[in-house]
């Protein structure tokens, strides 16, 4: 797996849980997006440029799986979630050389849930929804884990 050596562009998103489907997030010149999960929870991909660019719908669609999955992770622990629960994926373009590359970076916020069963659930999402696994291997990923 090769490392970016300078990002060319980036997407940026912020996904949370929306359990209720009436409250609006978007402000002035951003975009909101309603995505959807398997087990029917809708997610919302928030604050968006009004032009997304590939890097914020990939970060997009893999957010909306990935808190789907941390869900899941929670569920088979028997862990609720807090309702502010969210997910930030940065998701770069760059390059090493002449070659071209994608990276991500995660942060995972779980107010009020211990620090180590936190990043537990964060790691336990990533071998259960689907985007983490197609890249697995091939891209860098990092992650940051916030619990306060």
């Known amino acids: 797996m090769t490392r970016i050596e300078t990002v060319i562009f980036s997407g940026k998103t912020h996904t949370t849980v929306n359990r209720d489907p009436a409250v609006q997030h978007g402000e002035h010149g951003a975009v909101d997006i309603k995505l959807s999960a398997p087990g029917g929870e809708n997610h919302e ?11 914020q719908f990939f970060a997009g669609a893999w957010s909306a799986c990935y808190i789907g999955a941390l869900g ?18 940065q998701v770069d373009v760059g390059q090493t050389g002449p070659g071209w590359f994608l990276g991500a ?11 180590e069963l936190a990043e537990a659930l964060a790691r336990s999402a990533h071998q259960i929804c689907p985007y983490s696994k197609a890249v697995h291997g091939n891209i860098e990923v990092a992650m940051n884990v916030v619990t306060a």
Do not use: C, M, N
């Open 45 to 55: 991909f928030i604050g968006a440029a009004p032009h997304p660019s590939a890097e």
């Open 72 to 89: 899941i992770a929670a569920s088979l622990r028997k862990v609720e979630l807090p309702a502010d629960t969210s997910v930030d994926i």
């Open 105 to 115: 970076h995660f942060t995972v916020r779980v107010p009020g849930v211990a620090q």
